[in-house]
């Protein structure tokens, strides 16, 4: 984190918990967290010689959260540190701030300060229309954990919607595996040399608004973001030493997204469709599908749910950031069995319809008690080309053990 990300961390931790400590003696304090160690299982061998040919890569997490409530709860700090130790990748032992925020709540409207996350979106396999935080991705390669960003969200709650308005002063690079640890891809990424549009780099402020409403069965979002993409396009560069390597580059964008879920019975009709320019041509990409559940099966207390979704993505790749999810078809199915553990399975694959990779997906879990989980993930990709985009990545399929404790 470099000197300038350290100012601004301080001022909005400052700002978040400045308004706190005057009604401490009057307010209501509450801290909770999780602790959990994990293992990842690599079946085959890596692909290139310079990744560390490791079976079992353990590591450990810590993530309190502390919370502090006062004024009837309308005014909340939260607190929430992470941290990582892993055993390999040096880049996937790292810290963050994922909350350090205060919230007002007020009849009709509410302001979140400080470092924050926000999740948009409907759909199971690819979440197009999610935004406002960026990807922490030595920690999956499923796109789903975020990095707090920092921000000024203000949300205006009306009986025709709520809208919500973002300032976001202050961007945050995806992280990425370090050089020689699996799931780097093909080429390490060099992340200490990226290179922006702006001219303030890593200090432009970027701006949101978006409009959300339930109209009978229908939940509708409409979006709007300007500012610099969470999705680096790649270039090839070259070392001093002679080692190829990718090196990141962030574009200014703008995106116009729409979400919708439709819901009737037992079924959800899901639609994320997004516009974006700033990379090349605009295009236009899409996510669309169902999830049907059946009740109770076999009379028991047990739910089956059948997922299905077709995604589409029109990007130039010679301009654009790539994406794997360009022509894909997605076939899953969740069973939750609402008994006292929780009790849920979730199972997919991914079929890339142009070149016929795979990619399987399994994750399982379960309460012990009631502080102890068990959690168990795998990412396995029986069948990818040479000459797939994901042909990086074709020889590191793992099986993730998750054991956590929560207090």
Not at 317 to 334: S, V, Y
Request: charged residues 25%; proline residues 4%; contains cysteine.
């Amino acid at each position: 984190m470099n000197l300038s990300w350290r100012r601004l961390f301080a001022v909005l931790i400052t700002l978040a918990i400045g308004g706190a400590l005057p009604c401490a003696a009057s307010g209501e304090w509450d801290f909770s967290g999780v602790v959990f160690g994990e293992v990842r299982t690599f079946p085959e061998k890596p692909r290139f010689a310079s990744q560390a040919n490791t079976t079992f890569s353990p590591s450990l997490v810590i993530q309190p959260e502390l919370v502090y409530e006062w004024n009837d709860r309308r005014d909340r700090v939260t607190i929430e540190p992470f941290l990582r130790l892993d055993a390999h990748d040096d880049h996937r032992t790292h810290a963050d701030l994922r909350e350090a925020s205060w919230l007002h709540q007020a009849d009709d409207w509410d302001l979140v300060v400080g470092i924050s996350k926000v999740f948009w979106g409907v759909t199971e396999s690819r979440h197009l229309v999610d935004i406002i935080n960026q990807t922490d991705q030595v920690e999956d390669i499923d796109i789903e954990d975020k990095l707090g960003q920092p921000m000024v969200n203000l949300n205006l709650i009306q009986d025709w919607g709520t809208v919500s308005l973002f300032v976001l002063p202050g961007f945050r690079e995806r992280t990425f595996p370090d050089d020689d640890a699996r799931l780097r891809g093909l080429l390490p990424v060099d992340v200490n040399h990226p290179s922006f549009e702006s001219d303030a780099e890593g200090l432009h402020v970027d701006y949101a608004a978006r409009w959300a409403h339930t109209v009978d069965e229908w939940d509708i979002g409409v979006a709007h973001f300007y500012g610099t993409t969470r999705q680096p396009f790649f270039r090839r560069s070259t070392r001093p030493s002679g080692q190829m390597v990718f090196i990141p580059r962030y574009d200014l964008i703008h995106q116009t997204s729409l979400d919708l879920q439709y819901t009737t019975g037992a079924w959800l009709w899901k639609l994320e469709a997004i516009v974006r320019s700033g990379h090349g041509d605009p295009f236009f990409a899409s996510v669309a599908g169902f999830e049907y559940t059946f009740f109770q099966i076999f009379e028991s207390t047990a739910d089956l749910g059948v997922l299905a979704e077709y995604q589409y993505d029109g990007r130039d790749l010679g301009a654009a950031p790539f994406t794997l999810n360009d022509d894909d078809f997605f076939i899953g199915a969740r069973v939750t069995l609402n008994d006292e553990q929780d009790t849920a399975l979730l199972a997919g694959t991914i079929i890339d319809r142009n070149v016929g990779s795979v990619l399987l997906f399994v994750e399982a879990e379960r309460r012990l008690s009631g502080h102890w989980k068990l959690e168990v993930e795998s990412r396995l990709f029986p069948y990818v080309p040479y000459d797939d985009l994901a042909a990086g990545f074709r020889n590191d399929g793992f099986i993730t053990t998750r054991l956590s404790y929560f207090f």
